[in-house]
């Protein structure tokens, strides 16, 4: 489905696509990175963190789609699933690591933006 938006921009030429789980494609692609647009399985989001914030241009930026999780992580922990304990997992990498400055954007169900110093 996702073709057709692409040759509907025409952007066919400008773009690879991968079929294959993110966590193998992403050590295969060339870096820097400018920018990593995360908005996949939750349960995955630190791993997807933790494979890309190495291969980032200073300057760029991880933006992670979702964190909020209809305020289901701002609950107390012993109530949160596999997916949301990700996302607070995800939530503190971000905030407590050294190499990036964070900024929540309120837009629908919430943006992490993590910007590389």
Known sequence: MVHRYIEKAGMQDHVTMHHRPALEVIPTLPAPFDLVFIDADKQNYPNYFDSVIGRMRPGGLIIADN??????VLWPVKEHDEQTCALVEYAERVHT???VAPVVVLLRDCLMLARIK
């Open 67 to 72: 964190v909020l999780w209809s305020g289901d």
């Open 97 to 99: 690591g050294p190499r």
